[in-house]
């Protein structure tokens, strides 16, 4: 990268490290702005000043990892750095290139395809550019703080009424991979998740591995000594590919969360969840983050009254053709 752009890119971070922090402090330091795919898109402001840069970046995935399951097979990222107080303009333009550009890109132009923008909820002044392009908001990653409460009461897990929370173990491989994949289908309602031929075998691989490795971070919730929950949680130690996403730290991810259909509003989800905090906040983990689905009816108000929050929004496209 000549030094022009790195210096840009230097000052433009550090604006938009200062915007960030006056919006949501649980934001992080912007990160360097990743290679991408060829050189920044740049956005002037009508002083003729730098007011933006953007980066694109592509990723084929290939059909043998589970994490097509969890959206399209070539998907373009927009990384945007804007500065200033109203970015509504910039990011106008901004998109308007990027659209642009991916007009110019083969794989852009296939239906397993999409393209995401991932933008602090709080930022809302560039939600009306991001409508105005087409993007859709689909997934929100939420975050829930370790309570400060110095000297104050320890924090119980509440239980449900007649039923039983224990970790699962390699015997249980059947019964997760059951709830996993009903979580899937229900979740595929929204838009997020494609169910692809290898969705079962990956994700039951995945859970094999995950049983015999880390049993605890994997509970069921058992009446009659049937499984009618799971929650799937990552320790720190696992979360590095999220954690740069806030500022707190160590960061925990809350990975799967589903409760039977005729066992819902009964208090299990929330057992589940208290019995996860519990553990979380005694290990001074400074905050658990987590996806939901925008639009699912069931998650929001769920999460929201377990004490989470939105902190990004990730605005999508699906295929790439659908970006105006
Ligand atoms: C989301 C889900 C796990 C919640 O589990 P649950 O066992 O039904 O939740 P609980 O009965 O423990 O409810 C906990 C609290 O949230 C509230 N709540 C739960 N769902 C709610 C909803 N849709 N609207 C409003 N409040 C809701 C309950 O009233 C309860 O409040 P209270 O503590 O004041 O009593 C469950 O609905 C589910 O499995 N949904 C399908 C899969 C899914 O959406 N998973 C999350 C993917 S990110």
């Given at each position: 990268m000549p030094w022009v752009v790195r210096d840009?890119?230097?000052?433009?971070?550090?604006?938009?490290?200062?915007?960030?922090?006056?919006?949501?402090?649980?934001?992080?330091?912007?990160?360097?702005?990743?290679?991408?795919?060829?050189?920044?898109?740049?956005?002037?402001?009508?002083?003729?000043?730098?007011?933006?840069?953007?980066?694109?970046?592509?990723?084929?995935?290939?059909?043998?990892?589970?994490?097509?399951?969890?959206?399209?097979?070539?998907?373009?990222?927009?990384?945007?750095?804007?500065?200033?107080?109203?970015?509504?303009?910039p990011a106008d333009v901004l998109l308007a290139q990027w659209r642009d550009h991916l007009a110019g890109v083969g794989a852009a132009r296939g239906l397993d395809s999409s393209a995401t923008v991932v933008w602090p909820s709080q930022d809302i002044t560039g939600v009306q550019a991001l409508l105005r392009h087409g993007l859709q908001p689909l997934t929100v990653i939420a975050a829930r703080l370790r309570p400060q409460v110095p000297n104050g009461p320890r924090f119980e897990p509440r239980g449900a009424y007649g039923v039983t929370i224990r970790s699962a173990g390699p015997a249980d491989e059947e019964q997760v991979l059951d709830l996993e994949l009903r979580l899937i289908r229900y979740d595929m309602h929204f838009g997020g998740p494609v169910w692809r031929q290898a969705t079962p075998r990956l994700v039951r691989d995945e859970i094999r591995a995950s049983l015999a490795r880390r049993a605890t971070w994997t509970w069921l919730a058992e009446r009659a000594g049937r499984a009618v929950g799971?929650?799937?949680?990552?320790?720190?130690?696992?979360?590095?590919?999220?954690?740069?996403?806030?500022?707190?730290?160590?960061?925990?991810?809350?990975?799967?969360?589903?409760?039977?259909?005729?066992?819902?509003?009964?208090?299990?989800?929330?057992?589940?969840?208290?019995?996860?905090?519990?553990?979380?906040?005694?290990?001074?983990?400074?905050?658990?983050?987590?996806?939901?689905?925008?639009?699912?009816?069931?998650?929001?108000?769920?999460?929201?009254?377990?004490?989470?929050?939105?902190?990004?929004?990730?605005?999508?496209?699906?295929p790439v053709g659908a970006l105006r």
């Open positions: 840009a890119v230097r000052d433009i971070n550090r604006m938009v490290a200062r915007r960030w922090q006056a919006i949501d402090p649980l934001l992080p330091d912007p990160s360097a702005l990743p290679t991408g795919c060829g050189a920044p898109l740049v956005v002037n402001g009508d002083n003729g000043r730098l007011a933006g840069l953007g980066v694109c970046v592509h990723h084929h995935i290939p059909p043998d990892s589970l994490n097509q399951t969890w959206g399209a097979a070539d998907r373009f990222t927009l990384v945007p750095r804007l500065a200033g107080h109203d970015v509504s303009a799971l929650l799937v949680a990552q320790p720190p130690q696992e979360t590095g590919w999220i954690a740069g996403m806030t500022s707190a730290s160590p960061a925990a991810y809350l990975q799967t969360m589903f409760v039977d259909y005729a066992e819902r509003g009964t208090g299990i989800g929330s057992a589940l969840v208290r019995h996860l905090h519990a553990q979380l906040d005694a290990a001074a983990v400074g905050v658990t983050l987590l996806h939901h689905s925008q639009v699912n009816p069931l998650s929001a108000p769920f999460w929201y009254r377990m004490g989470y929050r939105p902190l990004w929004t990730s605005w999508e496209a699906r």
